[in-house]
């Protein structure tokens, strides 16, 4: 898919980001979490994937970093099923390292599921390397959580 936008997320976006969330998690994120993620521009910044549609501006995936001094986490990252598999991912994730790598954010962090297969593809290719394993980090199933850094050079 080429016809779609990065842009900084708004809390006129919160909707859709339920939307998209809900669509993707079996656990996804409260509506309270998404809209503090979304008002907090001081130490978190969302980004939407968008497509206009006539008169309507679709939100197909999110991401959303949380950020303190030099050090970033990857909070959340999904694309809407109808749209996986496009690049979407891709873009959302070099965004915010561009981001990162402009104001003076030297590593991002993640968490992630062992079984997650598309994510840890995505994450891999972005160039996250694996730094450790948090034992049963994930209240809903006991999984244990993959942890993955990325570097600016
Ligand atoms: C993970 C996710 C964000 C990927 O987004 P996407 O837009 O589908 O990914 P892209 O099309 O940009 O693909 C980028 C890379 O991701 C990997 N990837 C994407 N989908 C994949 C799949 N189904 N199987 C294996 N690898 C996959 C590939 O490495 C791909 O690169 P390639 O096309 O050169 O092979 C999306 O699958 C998603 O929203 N999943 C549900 C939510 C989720 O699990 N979020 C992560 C929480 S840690």
Not at 4 to 21: C, K, M
Not at 33 to 59: G, H, I, M, P, Y
Not at 68 to 77: R, S
Not at 135 to 141: A, L, N, P, V
């Amino acid at each position: 898919m080429t016809d779609y936008s990065i842009e900084a997320a708004g809390l006129t976006d919160l909707d859709q980001l339920v939307r998209v969330e809900n669509a993707c998690f079996q656990t996804p994120w409260s509506r309270e979490s998404l809209s503090a993620l979304l008002s907090d521009q001081t130490k978190c910044l969302c980004l939407v994937a968008c497509r206009q549609e006539s008169e309507f501006r679709r939100v197909v995936g999110y991401i959303g970093l949380i950020h303190v001094l030099d050090e970033g986490e990857i909070a959340n990252i999904a694309v809407h099923p109808e749209y996986a598999g496009q690049g979407v991912g891709f873009a959302l994730l070099e965004a915010v390292k561009q981001f990162c790598a402009e104001s003076g954010i030297l590593t991002i962090h993640l968490e992630v599921r062992p079984g997650n297969a598309p994510a840890l593809a995505l994450y891999r290719k972005c160039g996250f390397l694996l730094t450790g394993r948090r034992r049963g980090y994930y209240s809903d199933t006991g999984e244990d959580a993959l942890l993955m850094a990325w570097n600016v050079m």
